[in-house]
Every structure is written in structure tokens, then in C-alpha cells.
């Protein structure tokens, strides 16, 4: 199974991004879908966004939520993360993860599968 993200780059604060991640090798429907983060100089991945293989429930970590949508098209075999209003702190590298638990999590450790990461920079 392989996810190819992409969308990154350069936001000016109060813009918007888009990322989107195409899962090919595997059954994507099956998949709940994650989005990760790693900020400057922190190894760890912080939880993001989950939606899952229905596309019926999603979860939001706190600091995105009210600005971010997280949507999938299973029929494309790819995901989705909209974040409106960014700021400075949005600034990291974004992962896609898939799982093959259908409901979805924000544990990093629930997820089978990663992508490559795409940066992006929040800055003016």
C-alpha cells in the first residue's frame, strides 16, 4: 500500500491549504484515513484529523477545529484536509495515514500505513 500526499508548500497566515493523498496497492474504502503533523524540531506526529472508511465520522484535534474539514472520495481513492485561517503555528509537515480499523483515530500508533509527509510553511 502506498500514499502519495501532496498540496504542500507556502501559506500566508489567515490563507488556506489543501492536501490531498492518494492511497493506491490497497482497498481504500476499507481504510480509515488520518492526518498527521510533525512541527519544526519535534519528532513526534501530532494527530490532526481522522475520518473514517464511510466518511460518516470525522474527529478534529482541537487547534483545527472550526477551520479544518477532513473528506474523502473513495471512488478517487483519496483524502482531503481543508484548513482555513492558518497561522504560523500551522507550519509542519503533514502525513496521511490509512488504517485498517474502518472507524477511524488519533492514536498514530492505530495506523498501518504513512505517506511521505508534504511541508508546509505558514509564514508572511
Known amino acids: 500500500v502506498q500514499l502519495q500526499a501532496s498540496g504542500g508548500g507556502w501559506v500566508q497566515p489567515g490563507g488556506s491549504l489543501s492536501l490531498s493523498c492518494t492511497v493506491s496497492?490497497?482497498?481504500?474504502?476499507?481504510?480509515?484515513m488520518g492526518w498527521f503533523r510533525q512541527f519544526p524540531g519535534n519528532q513526534r506526529r501530532a494527530f490532526v484529523a481522522t475520518i473514517s472508511s464511510s466518511g460518516d465520522t470525522t474527529l478534529y484535534e482541537d487547534s483545527v477545529k472550526g477551520r479544518s474539514t477532513i473528506s474523502r472520495d473513495n471512488a478517487k481513492n483519496t483524502v482531503y484536509l481543508h484548513i482555513d485561517r492558518v497561522k504560523p503555528g500551522d507550519t509542519a509537515v503533514y502525513y496521511c495515514?490509512?488504517?485498517?480499523?474502518?472507524?477511524?483515530?488519533?492514536?498514530?500508533?492505530?495506523?498501518?500505513?504513512w505517506g511521505q509527509g508534504t511541508q508546509v510553511t505558514v509564514s508572511s
Open positions: 495515514a490509512a488504517s485498517r480499523e474502518s472507524g477511524g483515530s488519533y492514536l498514530y500508533t492505530e495506523y498501518d500505513y
Open positions: 496497492g490497497g482497498t481504500f474504502s476499507s481504510y480509515s
